[in-house]
């Protein structure tokens, strides 16, 4: 008979975890160590000059880590994964490799508030650039493309307005101008979408949110797929041409569907040094071990707020996928059959001031700058998190100034409706 694939609720608590081979503890130790003793000088050698994988110091690689990376390489079907120290480390980690002063990345409109700052203002100080587009105009997306682009960028489920992007249909875009893809799967996680599966180069993570999923840690993760081609052009010489740090060493050539994951460890960590800490990894190992439970929970959840929500008459409008009135509805059941996630944002009819006084009116939701906690979290996008952008910007990304965001946690959904309520009723009296 063959050998039967582990589905995912086994994967989520095995992959990457061995008994430890020192002592035995079947949990994943936290390897609260800097450095690893050298068996030798030659071994010392071969571990400096990438001959041979082991552990050297932890701003490169721990165990812990390494762990932690086998995990979510494998539950997002790439070759190889790294971590990092925050969300959006991981993002400037997945385009240090890619990009070069003069360089641009092409970019969706509806996306974190805090990566369209980052994308329009901090990375134009490595001289690279960001050019946003409206990711349901495929024309517009392949016109933005020029012979200066180096990757494209988009969120699979888009925080906080819940738009989920048509990955197939972007990574045939950037499969014929030959530019990597790149999805921030922060919001669905890979139990509700994998994006390698629908053509996806590289995916990040805020593993901040759902993944460590109880609002304890701060860390990022970027998954390789492995299958990009670095050296069909020239246009990434990071990975194809020969690395004078590594006495001419050529990452495609010498690690092909590895080459990326080398390169961020050896080149992106050991320069940048926005590294994970064991203990933030070990934290983020427990959390995944009940993803895929948690996920079927916050979306059942979800369901039942929006819902309620729909058809109350305070309510303008209600943007969660997960509604069949939701223009993306047919689109979450290809992207993310199982579930929208639990991320969305409603609108008051009395607008601004009932946004402001329902947060303040909140018992049971918590108003802080998080999504996907155990709790359910509420916000006002457009003086928080999307604050930086214009009302333009707030507008496109679903942050608009009449707007509430809820991240839906893992109460009684009766409980949390009951909240929203009395709320609602104070709000909009
Ligand atoms: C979709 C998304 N991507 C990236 C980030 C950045 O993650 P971090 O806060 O871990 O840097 C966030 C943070 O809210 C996010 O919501």
């Not at 390489?73 to 993002?91: I, M």
């Not at 047919?330 to 059959?337: E, F, L």
Request: charged letters at 20%; a negative charge; proline letters at 5%.
């Amino acid at each position: 008979m063959a050998e039967k694939t582990p589905g995912f609720d086994t994967l989520q608590i095995h992959a990457g975890a061995r008994p430890d081979p020192a002592t035995g503890a079947r949990q994943v130790p936290i390897y609260q160590t800097t450095a690893f003793v050298f068996r030798d000088a030659d071994h010392a050698a071969a571990l400096f000059n990438l001959q041979e994988v082991g552990y050297i110091y932890s701003r490169l690689t721990n165990p812990t880590v390494a762990a932690l990376q086998e995990r979510m390489a494998t539950l997002e079907g790439g070759a190889g994964a790294v971590c990092c120290s925050s969300g959006h480390a991981a993002q400037l980690m997945a385009l240090f490799p890619l990009m070069a002063p003069g360089m641009n990345v092409v970019a969706s409109n509806r996306l974190y508030g805090g990566t369209v700052t980052q994308f329009s203002h901090t990375i134009k100080r490595f001289g690279w650039s960001a050019k946003f587009v409206d990711f349901d105009d495929l024309e517009a997306v392949e016109a933005a493309i020029d012979d200066n682009t180096r990757a494209v960028f988009c969120e699979s489920i888009a925080n906080p307005g819940g738009y989920i992007t048509d990955l197939d249909a972007i990574a045939a875009i950037s499969n014929r101008a030959g530019v990597p893809l790149i999805v921030d799967n922060t919001t669905a996680t890979p139990y509700l979408c994998r994006p390698i599966d629908h053509g996806a180069t590289l995916v990040v993570h805020s593993m901040t949110k759902y993944l460590t999923g109880n609002g304890t840690v701060t860390g990022g993760v970027i998954v390789d797929s492995g299958t990009f081609d670095w050296s069909a052009s020239d246009k990434f010489p990071a990975l194809s041409q020969p690395e004078p740090a590594y006495h001419g060493l050529k990452f495609h050539e010498t690690f092909g569907p590895l080459a990326f994951t080398f390169n961020a460890i050896a080149i992106g960590l050991r320069d940048l040094g926005m590294t994970l800490n064991p203990q933030a990894a070990h934290y983020t190992l427990m959390g995944i071990e009940t993803l895929s439970l948690r996920m079927d929970r916050h979306c059942a959840n979800a369901v039942k707020v929006a819902q309620w929500l729909e058809q109350d008459e305070r309510v303008a409008r209600v943007t969660y996928a997960g509604l069949p009135s939701s223009p993306y509805f047919d689109r979450v059941s290809r992207i993310c059959p199982k579930g929208a996630s639990s991320l969305f944002t409603f609108a008051l009819k009395d607008g601004y001031e009932a946004c402001v006084k329902l947060i303040d009116s909140v018992n049971l939701f918590s108003h802080v700058a998080n999504l996907g906690d155990t709790r359910s979290l509420i916000i006002h996008s457009a003086s928080t998190t999307h604050r930086q952008l214009t009302e333009d910007q707030q507008k496109a990304a679903g942050a608009a100034p009449d707007v509430v965001r809820l991240s839906i946690g893992l109460e009684d959904a009766d409980d949390i409706i009951a909240d929203l309520d009395q709320a609602l009723t104070k709000a909009c009296a």
